[in-house]
C-alpha cells in the first residue's frame, strides 16, 4: 500500500538518545497556537533558514486541503498519519495561561475534524498515538459513534503517559482511574510505561485484539545502537557528527509484532550525519544503508524526513527483486 507520505518534524527537546514522549506540562496549550505557525529551530537545521519567510507551520484542516488539491492535481491519492500529542494532559490536567482547565479531548476533536473535512478513507488516515487510553477509546468508542474505522498506530518507545496518570492515586480526583484498562489483556502498572512491558509479546496480543493495526518503534528498539565518544566525522566534512554505533544486535520486536498480527512502522529515518549511526565495525554507514538494513529486518514501512531518499531505496530494492506491481502492494511502504 504505497499511499502514505509523511515528512515528521521534530522539535530539539524531543531529540535524545532514545526519543520519547516527555513531559506533558511542556505541551502547548491553546493559547499558544498563535504563536505556533511562526515558530523557528534554526539550530536544528540551520540550512532550512533558507527557506524562513515562504510558508508556516499548518493546521490539520490546512493539510488535509492541500492533500485534497495535490490529489486533484496529479491524480495520485495521498495520506496522512496524524498524531495525538499529549491526549491525558489536555482532557484532564492541562490549564490555560489563566488557570482555567483545557478539557480538551483531542481524540474527539481529531476525528470530528477528519469527518467534517470527508477525510475517513481507512486506506489513507492512520491515527497514531504514544498513549494506550486514547487509542482504546478512539477504537471502542469514538470512531463508532462517529461512524468511521481507521487503523491505530501504538509508539511503544517509554511514552504511554496516561499509564503514569491513571495509576497515580494522586490523580483520582482529576478522574485518573486504572479500570479504563480492564479489557486490555495484560497485567499493566505504573512502571508500564518504561519498564518494556509494551513491547512483551503478551502486550503487541493485548493491542492487537483491543484496537491496534500497527506498533510504531523507535528504530533502535529493532537495531540497537551505543554511545561513540569522541564523535565520528563520517562524511568527510570535517565536522565530527556521528555519536552512535550500532551493536550489530537485532530485537525480536518485528517477529513478535507479526505474530502478534500487527504490522510495523519505524521512526525516523534521516539524511544528516547527526542522526546517522556507524556499522558495527565502526566504519561510516552509508545514508541509503540504514533504508536498507531496515527494509532487510521486515520492517512493514517508516517515517523518514526524506522521502526521496526513502522512494529511491524502495524503488532499487523493488527493482533488485524483481517485484511486480501486484506484489510491491504487499511491501506496505509508508514513506
Sequence with gaps: RQTIKVLRRRHPARESEKPRQGN????????????LPVERIPELRPDNTAYDGQSEIPTLDEVISLVKQV??????????????????YFAEEGLLLDGTPIHHDTSRMLVDDLVEAGFTDPDRVIIQSFELENLIRLQTEIMPRAHIDVPLIQLPNEGGYDIVYNFDPSKSSLGANSSVYKDFNFPLSAESATNGD????AALRAMHDLYAELIGPYKDDILPTR??????????????????????????????????GLDVIIYTLR????????SPDGTPRPTEQEYRDFIATGV??????????GRRVVG????????????????HWHL
Excluded: W
Design 227 to 260: 554511545t561513540v565518544d569522541p564523535p565520528v566525522d563520517g562524511n568527510g566534512d570535517g565536522k565530527a557528527e556521528v555519536t552512535r554505533e550500532l551493536t550489530g544486535a537485532k530485537s525480536s520486536l518485528v517477529e513478535d509484532a507479526h505474530k502478534a
Design 300 to 309: 512493514d514501512g517508516f517515517f523518514t524526513d526524506f522521502p526521496g531518499t
Design 316 to 331: 532499487a530494492v523493488t527493482r533488485e527483486h524483481d517485484l511486480a506491481p501486484h506484489q510491491l502492494v504487499e511491501c
Design 24 to 35: 506533558p506540562q511542556n505541551a502547548p496549550t491553546p493559547k499558544v497556537l498563535p504563536r
Design 71 to 88: 490529489e486533484a492535481d496529479t491524480g495520485r491519492k495521498i495520506g496522512i498519519i496524524p498524531e495525538t500529542k499529549h491526549p491525558t
Design 198 to 201: 509494551l513491547y512483551m509479546p
Design 271 to 278: 539524511d544528516e550525519e547527526v542522526f546517522a549511526s556507524l
